[in-house]
């Protein structure tokens, strides 16, 4: 047997960069801003969970309490905003990770689901007046707190999505607008969590793979714009329609964006973000390469 050299445990300085992203135990501050948010928490702590580092739930909840609003949903920072679909998704995203999902009183519980109705369904549950992105934050957050459609609205949000796939196989922000990796991944993994798998996969295989080139998945088959981010949607895309790319040239272009902090980035600088997008495709191809 060859005698190989030790290769650099390319995670070893993660835990530095996570540690230096926390205002407050449990509670994280993206790169560039000053503020701890539930957008750079859900991420410190997605980031501190693909690492297997232990977590400060006490922290983090306190945390989620303060941005909670009286009209049932989050707001991004406790000191000022009102209840917006992200903020709302991203918190009810931490106590599915901190494994809390009493974390919500009855009566918060019950606040929480009317303001999502009038977020999914304005006038009525016949017409979903929301984009794709948006969409996606409100069912994520209404099926995270355990909300269930009636019949009828579960048939209008099916409805919004399917008017936004395009002949070719993506899907696009809105009904008539061209495809991109984002939109088409959100699409997807809200039909598998509304138990909708009759998307035909051949279209969806060849939109995907079109978007990939070297390593890379774009955000459009025209290559114009790449960051971590489609990487991560791309990848998540295929994973969700079992398409097999190929992963050693993905991990190697991941890798190829590890910064001196330890975290990942497009830039020098890296952000809660782009690690939480790298270490997910990393997941992803390691799950596929077994």
Partial sequence: MLNRPAQPDRHAALPVFLVHRQSAPGVFVETGETEPTLEATRFGLENLLLL????????????????????????????GGSSDLAATYYALRIFELLETPQALAPEARQ??????????????????????????????????????????????????????AGNDGGFGRFPGHAPDIEQTYCCLHLLQALNVESWELPRQHAWITSCYFQGRLYETPQRAIYSLATLYWGTRAAELTQLTLPWFAIRHEVEHHQQADGGYGMTRKATLWQTYCALGVLRIAERAEV
Avoid: K
């Fill in 52 to 79: 297997h580092m232990p977590l400060n739930a006490e922290g983090s909840l306190a945390f989620v309490a303060a941005c909670q609003r009286p009209e049932g949903g989050f707001a991004m920072r406790q000191d």
């Fill in 111 to 164: 606040a929480l689901h009317h303001w999502l109705r009038q977020q999914l369904f304005p006038n009525t549950g016949s017409h979903v007046a929301l984009d794709i992105d948006l969409l996606y934050y409100a069912v994520r957050a209404w099926l995270l707190s355990n909300g269930r459609f009636t019949t009828a609205e579960h048939e209008a949000v099916i409805a919004s999505i399917w008017a936004c």
